[in-house]
């Protein structure tokens, strides 16, 4: 589970508020997909439930731990994503995954079945001993999302996971994102592409200018607005 109270976050002495006063409610099996234009507050949003970014107001809660008060804790419960694979150039992938699992306690066995997996279903165990600087965007991508969810965390949190993945990754990825809810757990990511987001996702919001401006199921948010398709709600929404 994810909530946000009230929150908002303004840059350079709050010149630039990136998101203002938001309130959202991710619930346990739920995939909620976090949709909006370049420069609407997806990032700066995202960056806030994982304890990057420390909000100007508000709470933060995932899996009801606040992640101010307790950093830690609720750092456990999460595997982030981030936007850009900027990772370790000097190591090779397999001392990058496990620097992850030493900071996060994976004993031996669970990572090395963990570190298999991901391996296997991403492709990626003929690059494993080479340095990450020889790695393409995509491969950085997926080892990327191989650290982040090595721990086995409760709560998703991806910022446009998908961008840049080639089509079977990508594949892979939504049904790991759908199962992972099925289970009963939390997804939550960002993206642009809304074909995506209608597919994949039980709910939506819309962020602009830093203000949610349309949030529910898909059948709801088409139901507000006359069933238009997605593409055509969002163009609308986000235009004004
Ligand atoms: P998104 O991820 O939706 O593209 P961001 O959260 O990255 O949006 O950015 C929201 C707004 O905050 C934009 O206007 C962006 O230019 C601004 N912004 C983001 N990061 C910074 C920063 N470090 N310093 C100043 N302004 C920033
Ligand atoms: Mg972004």
Redesign the pocket.
Known sequence: MIELINVSKS??DGK?K??DNINLLVNPGEIFGFL??????????IKMIVGILKPDTGKILVDGIDIQKEPVKAKRQIGYVP?EPNVYEKLTGLEYLNFIADVYGIGENERRERIGYFLEIFDLKNAIGDLIQSYSHGMRQKLLITAALLHNPSVWIL?EPITGLDPKSSFLLKELMADHAKKGFTVFF?THILEVAEKLCDRIAI?NK?KIIASGTMEEIKKQHEWESLEKIFLELTEK
């Open positions: 840059y350079n630039v990136a998101v909006g234009p370049n420069g609407a507050g997806k990032s700066t949003t936007d910022d960002s962020i830093g």
